[in-house]
């Protein structure tokens, strides 16, 4: 017998199909069956029904939210607003499905700039919790209540806008009510949905209160306060303010430093048009944007806000809005991105004084001592680079001069001693001059403010790796390999392999199909012939898959120039000359974003004279 996809013969489904078709003809779904069809993706869990809340509120005016929520908002949520309000003749409609006072067109579909449009939510929330909806317009002599349950009318005392308590979630489909986890991490997604909500609109009061204690209470304010509020003083002493446009597309927010890095994505939170969104397009960006300057499992911090004609991008592609979907997809990518990273990679001169208190909470903050260094390759990277005419690699003639432990095998750091060069008008050497080196670690250096202390070997890979990549602005040297690596490879890998062949040339690889399902790599950038090629590959064939041609050749040439440098920056425990140290600390303040070494780590720091009267209580 033959047997199907599954191990499934014919005959079982011919079996299947004669038992639905002999089922039941065709008939419409009952109404509140429908309701609960739908809110099985509108009304996940109780935060859902909060985030459905507050945002009506805010599209009725609100200026002042208050939430209560009873056992994680599973018993109840409560959302009472100062907003415009629902007129008694209207209470029965705002229950209805697809029933709106939003939109009234297609055409209001695609520039839509309220939070809903749909007509949806009350509707659905209703039809998996007791719903009931208090209402006092401003003309109206008091409020009204209605009970979803039987739509029955009551007065209500009310000063003005709206209440709304949706109580018992899931008490009627009772498979649902079993997804639901422990109160407290219902909860934690609900103060989660809360943040966003104050985040997104600063100028509204808010509060949150949880099994009747109060959990948040922001008054109106701006962004800056309100970020402050809500993410800690600490995320706002390492960020940087971002403040971009470019056509019609405009980014504004605030973007932390890769020394307030997190292991989670927690404290990422990006908005589109006023709308907290999950986007895989702009967190990439925004990835890209750190790639340089944040190691591999750290994940960045920020708050950002994307604005753009409304028509410019489409809302209604996902149940919770969640996510969107750009028009000038690429255009938009390009524009976080390039915003972000330009802000990032500020030179160091235009930095304010970093607190020496905040670098030792940075948990990125890992010593490594011993590394093994690929010298072959590394000498060959050199030769290439000098060839090509780089700039500024370290040269070994001065080498000699200053005393340096034998037998230590490691390319030469060769820092010139030179005259500092100062151009007319220019004030002293931000980072100083050196003092001193402690235990073949760090620099001691002096600056106006007081003492600036340098990891040298960060500061040095951070200086090398920016310097490769201007050298290396062609196509990185290829290696042929002597046997091809062969690797299983998905249909869409094959595809992808033979749609980019000319990316990944560029690259410095050559593969091509060597079977129906296997891929053969015959050449590598030459730097990465002792790597594991496989995964190199599969990793450049998925994101080249994703991603705009030139951000992937841009990512994977630094990762790459990011080991290089790692591996011939200075090694801890060599003893440096002043002119050497003065050196390093000259090239730091001429490299776009010396303050980071390729890891994210820190690569220096400042003690002003202040930080140190602190130590030694002196009063001032
Ligand atoms: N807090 C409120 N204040 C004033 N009017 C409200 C409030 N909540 C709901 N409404 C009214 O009820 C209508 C229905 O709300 P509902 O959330 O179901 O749909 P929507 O917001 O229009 O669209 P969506 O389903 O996308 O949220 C709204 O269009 C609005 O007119
Ligand atoms: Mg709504």
């Given at each position: 017998?033959r047997?199907e996809?599954?191990?499934?013969?014919?005959a079982?489904?011919r079996?299947?199909?004669?038992?639905?078709?002999?089922?039941?003809?065709?008939?419409?779904l009952?109404?509140?069956?429908?309701?609960?069809?739908?809110?099985?993706?509108?009304?996940?869990?109780p935060?859902?029904?909060?985030?459905?809340l507050?945002?009506?509120?805010?599209d009725?005016?609100?200026?002042?939210?208050?939430?209560?929520?009873?056992?994680?908002?599973?018993r109840?949520?409560?959302?009472?607003d100062?907003?415009?309000?629902i007129?008694?003749?209207?209470?029965?409609?705002?229950?209805?499905?697809?029933?709106?006072?939003?939109?009234?067109?297609?055409?209001?579909?695609?520039?839509?700039?309220?939070y809903?449009?749909?007509?949806?939510?009350l509707?659905?929330?209703?039809?998996v919790?007791?719903?009931?909806?208090?209402?006092?317009?401003i003309?109206?002599?008091?409020?009204?209540?209605?009970?979803?349950?039987?739509?029955?009318?009551?007065?209500?005392?009310l000063?003005?806008?709206?209440?709304?308590?949706?109580?018992?979630l899931?008490f009627?489909t009772?498979a649902r009510?079993?997804?639901?986890?422990?109160?407290?991490?219902e909860y934690?997604?609900?103060d989660?949905v809360?943040?966003?909500?104050?985040?997104?609109?600063p100028?509204?009061?808010?509060?949150?209160a949880?099994n009747?204690?109060?959990?948040?209470r922001?008054?109106?304010?701006?962004?800056?306060?309100?970020a402050?509020?809500?993410?800690?003083?600490?995320?706002?002493?390492?960020?940087?303010?971002?403040?971009?446009?470019a056509?019609?597309?405009?980014?504004?927010?605030?973007a932390?430093?890769?020394?307030?890095?997190?292991?989670?994505?927690?404290?990422?939170?990006?908005f589109?048009?006023?709308?907290?969104?999950?986007?895989?397009?702009?967190?990439?960006a925004?990835?890209q944007?750190?790639?340089?300057?944040?190691?591999?499992n750290?994940?960045?911090?920020?708050v950002?806000?994307?604005e753009?004609?409304p028509?410019?991008?489409?809302?209604?592609?996902?149940?919770?809005?969640?996510?969107?979907?750009?028009?000038?997809?690429?255009?938009?990518?390009?524009?976080?991105?390039?915003?972000l990273?330009?802000l990032?990679a500020?030179?160091?001169?235009?930095?304010?004084?970093?607190?020496?208190?905040?670098y030792?909470?940075?948990?990125?903050?890992?010593?490594?001592t011993?590394?093994?260094?690929?010298?072959p390759?590394l000498?060959?990277?050199?030769?290439?680079?000098?060839?090509?005419?780089?700039?500024?690699?370290?040269?070994?003639?001065?080498?000699?001069?200053?005393?340096?432990?034998?037998?230590s095998?490691?390319?030469?750091?060769g820092?010139?001693?030179?005259?500092v060069?100062?151009?007319e008008?220019?004030?002293?050497?931000?980072?100083?001059?050196?003092?001193?080196?402690?235990?073949?670690?760090?620099?001691?250096?002096?600056n106006?403010a007081?003492?600036?202390?340098?990891?040298?070997?960060?500061?040095?890979?951070r200086i090398?790796?920016?310097?490769l990549?201007?050298?290396?602005?062609?196509?990185?040297?290829?290696?042929?390999?002597?046997i091809?690596?062969?690797?299983?490879?998905s249909?869409?890998?094959?595809?992808t392999?033979?749609?980019?062949?000319?990316?990944?040339?560029?690259l410095?690889?050559?593969?091509?199909?060597?079977?129906p399902?296997?891929?053969?790599?015959?050449?590598?950038?030459a730097?990465?012939?002792?790597?594991?090629?496989?995964?190199?590959?599969?990793?450049?064939?998925?994101d080249?898959?994703?991603?705009?041609?030139?951000?992937?050749?841009e990512?994977?040439?630094?990762?790459?120039?990011?080991?290089?440098?790692c591996?011939?920056?200075v090694?801890?425990?060599?003893?440096?000359?002043i002119?050497?140290?003065?050196?390093?600390?000259?090239?730091?303040?001429?490299?776009?974003r010396?303050?980071?070494?390729n890891?994210g780590?820190p690569?220096?720091?400042?003690?002003?004279?202040?930080?140190?009267?602190?130590?030694?209580?002196?009063g001032?």
């Amino acid at each position: 017998m033959r047997q199907e996809a599954g191990g499934r013969s014919r005959a079982f489904y011919r079996k299947r199909q004669s038992i639905i078709a002999a089922m039941n003809a065709i008939k419409p779904l009952p109404d509140l069956l429908i309701s609960q069809i739908a809110a099985g993706e509108v009304v996940e869990r109780p935060a859902s029904v909060l985030k459905e809340l507050v945002e009506n509120s805010l599209d009725a005016g609100a200026r002042q939210i208050d939430v209560e929520l009873m056992e994680g908002g599973v018993r109840s949520i409560r959302v009472a607003d100062d907003g415009g309000g629902i007129a008694k003749t209207e209470l029965a409609l705002a229950l209805a499905r697809h029933a709106t006072s939003k939109i009234a067109s297609l055409i209001d579909l695609e520039r839509v700039a309220s939070y809903g449009f749909r007509g949806e939510a009350l509707a659905s929330i209703a039809s998996v919790a007791r719903l009931t909806l208090t209402s006092r317009t401003i003309d109206a002599a008091h409020g009204w209540r209605i009970d979803a349950a039987d739509l029955s009318l009551a007065p209500a005392a009310l000063g003005g806008g709206t209440v709304i308590e949706a109580a018992d979630l899931y008490f009627n489909t009772p498979a649902r009510r079993k997804f639901l986890k422990q109160e407290a991490t219902e909860y934690a997604h609900c103060d989660e949905v809360f943040r966003r909500m104050a985040l997104a609109r600063p100028d509204v009061a808010f509060s949150l209160a949880h099994n009747r204690s109060v959990k948040h209470r922001l008054a109106a304010t701006d962004l800056a306060s309100r970020a402050r509020e809500l993410l800690g003083e600490e995320f706002f002493a390492q960020t940087r303010v971002v403040e971009a446009s470019a056509g019609e597309l405009r980014l504004t927010g605030f973007a932390a430093l890769p020394a307030y890095s997190r292991p989670g994505r927690d404290a990422q939170y990006f908005f589109v048009n006023g709308r907290f969104v999950r986007d895989k397009l702009l967190s990439h960006a925004v990835r890209q944007a750190y790639a340089d300057i944040l190691h591999g499992n750290r994940h960045p911090a920020y708050v950002l806000f994307l604005e753009l004609d409304p028509a410019g991008v489409d809302v209604n592609v996902h149940p919770a809005k969640i996510e969107v979907r750009f028009r000038e997809a690429r255009g938009v990518h390009q524009f976080v991105f390039h915003a972000l990273q330009r802000l990032l990679a500020a030179p160091l001169e235009q930095l304010t004084t970093v607190p020496a208190a905040a670098y030792a909470t940075a948990s990125g903050w890992q010593r490594q001592t011993s590394l093994a260094v690929n010298e072959p390759a590394l000498a060959a990277f050199y030769d290439f680079v000098s060839a090509a005419g780089g700039p500024g690699i370290p040269q070994t003639e001065v080498d000699q001069e200053t005393s340096r432990p034998e037998g230590s095998g490691l390319a030469p750091l060769g820092y010139a001693p030179y005259e500092v060069p100062h151009p007319e008008g220019s004030g002293p050497a931000p980072l100083g001059y050196a003092l001193a080196q402690l235990h073949g670690i760090f620099i001691l250096a002096q600056n106006a403010a007081g003492l600036v202390l340098v990891d040298m070997h960060a500061a040095h890979e951070r200086i090398l790796y920016e310097r490769l990549k201007d050298a290396l602005a062609d196509t990185p040297p290829t290696q042929q390999l002597l046997i091809p690596a062969l690797f299983a490879a998905s249909e869409t890998e094959i595809a992808t392999a033979e749609e980019y062949a000319a990316a990944l040339t560029r690259l410095g690889f050559e593969m091509a199909p060597a079977g129906p399902r296997e891929l053969a790599v015959r050449a590598v950038p030459a730097l990465l012939a002792n790597g594991s090629i496989v995964e190199l590959v599969r990793a450049l064939l998925s994101d080249l898959k994703d991603f705009p041609e030139s951000q992937v050749i841009e990512a994977r040439r630094n990762e790459l120039l990011a080991t290089m440098a790692c591996h011939g920056a200075v090694r801890a425990r060599r003893s440096l000359s002043i002119p050497e140290m003065n050196a390093l600390l000259r090239q730091m303040e001429a490299t776009d974003r010396a303050d980071q070494c390729n890891h994210g780590r820190p690569t220096w720091t400042q003690m002003t004279l202040a930080d140190l009267d602190r130590l030694f209580l002196r009063g001032r």
